[in-house]
């Protein structure tokens, strides 16, 4: 990996990168809420089961699929895959969130000063612009590889949630370092099966997720938008 590479892959994977993405809990939020999330354990067991399942079997393989055909040119291809994308988020809270992100990546991306070419174009007047489709857009345009853009989105998934867990159940922050020693490796594993993972067998199955985001739209006192 280049310095240049490295950097980069940091800035997308900040928190800092204003899209929104410190506002989005994904659900945890109403688990703390209900005491199914109230110590280290149980962040640890929530967040892995999300990286180990819906994120290694699809969130990371069409990321992995989108940035291909960045790499062709294809844009009927990056169509097609933004809509599987959107029709695969269960609830409006998630829906919104994807939509919200990526339109906030879209105006980041016109101050990145990524060069202006028919992609910028495409991407500029695509509809309805989920996050993962812009966010392998930034990759591609920054010249990382396909397995330092899916470690970038996965530390900063793993990263969100451990904020998340810090500040709603709430942990410390040396508990927080105590979850990254443990959750690295899952990330790790995540990205390794999500290269191996064929189109025909995506599957974002991961249902008490998809029930947390849709209780917490109607959670009394809440902190964070999903």
Known sequence: MTRNNLMNMLRLSSQSLPTGAFSYS????????TQRIYNESTVYEWVASI???????????ILREMFDAWNRVDHQAIEVLNLDYLSSRETVEIQKETLQMGYALRAVIREMGTASNHATEFLSQLDNLSFPVGFSFCCNQNGLSVDEMLTSHVWSFIENQILVAIKAVPLGQSAGQRLLNVLIPAGDEAVRTSLLVDVNDWSNFSPLQAIASAKHETQYSRLFRS
């Open 26 to 33: 994904q659900g945890m939020e109403w688990l703390v809420d």
């Open 51 to 61: 990286l180990l399942g819906p994120y290694a079997n699809y969130e990371l393989p």
